[in-house]
């Protein structure tokens, strides 16, 4: 998807520039949005199979509250309400991960009520304090219950519906509670349950919250917003992840080096050192195949230069560099795929 993901958006951004036929856009935009949802889906089963770590940041769940509603409902027949304060608090979370979890249980929700019906989604800033009957630690989260209209789930299956590939649907895989069980506990919070036989089902959630305000800034993509960064070794093995990030710093005006092997990435650097014209930064995958990952690739550039800037890069959410990349020596992470607007948003970070 890293390949697909970046040639489809820079098809997308050479379109806009040329002036292509306004119709060219609109179906690459519609592919994005298809490729995203295929993004998410393999993170999905990734953090299923291989059980990972989320790659948290701050973020708004209010906003992401409401931008899951309307992707999750737009040209449905259902009655929305959505309650959310002004107040509502942050979360360090990993925003694609339980963007999924609102989109399932959405989905869920939808298909439960095939007629139409109505949702509500209501989210509070709560505390929980020691001895209380829910099962976490003390502190601030954030509950959002999810509250539909439709058919209920029967007292037979409703100590099921979170065991893995347990399904009532025909075509279900079973996959999808499972996996919001899996995220939101690895996030350290909590999902419950409540259903009545055709009255309708409620899912509550809870995220460990943060009481403090967001302050966004929008990066434009040119190469002001990443000028400090004026050359940048990039070490990946698939050439064609190369060829799209090398389409990128070239969009960006940005001096490069691309390399497939990790001991020509610690070869290249160390001479880019001696010589006196280093690398501002590097950007290195995690899993090279044959040869040390990324992480241990910067503990020996870091031993030449204990300043160098490094951006961690995978596609795979239970690497732990992903996780918490400052910990490995790196000053941030980007998750694969990516594009061009997430990349330069990335570099100018640094």
Same mark, same amino acid.
């Given at each position: 998807l890293g390949g697909v993901f970046g040639y489809v958006d820079l098809a997308r951004d050479r379109a806009a520039k040329t002036g292509a036929h306004p119709k060219i856009g609109e179906l690459l935009d519609k592919t994005m949005s298809a490729l995203d949802m295929a993004r998410e889906l393999s993170s999905q089963l990734l953090t299923f199979a291989k059980g990972g770590s989320p790659v948290r940041k701050s973020a708004s769940i209010s906003e992401l509250i409401k931008e899951s509603v309307s992707f999750a409902l737009s040209g449905t027949n259902i009655a929305k309400q959505i309650i959310v304060p002004e107040n509502l608090w942050t979360g360090s979370i990993d925003t694609g991960q339980i963007g999924q979890v609102l989109n399932n249980l959405l989905v869920n929700a939808m298909q439960a009520m095939p007629n139409g019906g109505s949702l509500t989604i209501k989210a509070e800033n709560v505390t929980v304090s020691a001895g209380s009957r829910i099962v976490l630690t003390e502190g601030k989260y954030v509950k959002i219950d999810i509250k539909d209209s439709g058919t209920g789930i029967s007292p037979d299956h409703i100590n099921r519906i979170f065991e893995p590939f347990f399904?009532?649907? !025909?075509?279900?895989?079973?996959?999808?509670?499972?996996?919001?069980?899996?995220?939101?506990?690895?996030?350290?919070?909590?999902?419950?349950?409540?259903?009545?036989?055709?009255?309708?089902?409620?899912?509550?959630?809870?995220?460990?919250?943060?009481?403090?305000?967001?302050?966004?800034?929008?990066?434009?993509?040119?190469? !002001?917003?990443?000028?400090?960064?004026?050359?940048?070794?990039?070490?990946? =093995?698939?050439?064609?992840?190369? =060829?799209?990030?090398?389409?990128?710093?070239?969009?960006?005006?940005?001096?490069?080096?691309?390399?497939?092997?990790?001991?020509?990435a610690i070869e290249l650097f160390s001479k880019a050192f001696e010589n006196d014209h280093p690398f501002d930064a590097v950007l290195l995958d995690m899993t090279i195949k044959g040869g040390m990952g990324g992480d241990k690739v910067m503990e020996e550039l870091l031993r030449l230069n204990p300043k160098l800037k490094g951006i961690a890069m995978s596609g795979y959410a239970n690497n732990l560099v992903m996780a918490d990349p400052v910990k490995f020596g790196f000053k941030t992470s980007i998750r694969k795929p990516f594009t061009i607007n997430d990349f330069s948003r990335i570099l100018s970070t640094l």
């Open positions: 399904t009532t649907k !025909k075509e279900g895989s079973g996959m999808g509670l499972s996996i919001c069980y899996s995220i939101i506990k690895k996030h350290g919070g909590h999902i419950t349950v409540e259903s009545i036989p055709d009255g309708g089902t409620t899912f509550t959630l809870f995220l460990p919250a943060e009481d403090r305000q967001i302050v966004q800034t929008i990066h434009a993509v040119d190469g !002001k917003s990443v000028s400090d960064i004026r050359r940048i070794l990039v070490l990946d =093995d698939e050439s064609y992840v190369l =060829d799209m990030i090398s389409m990128f710093l070239k969009d960006l005006e940005i001096e490069h080096t691309l390399c497939q092997k990790s001991e020509e």
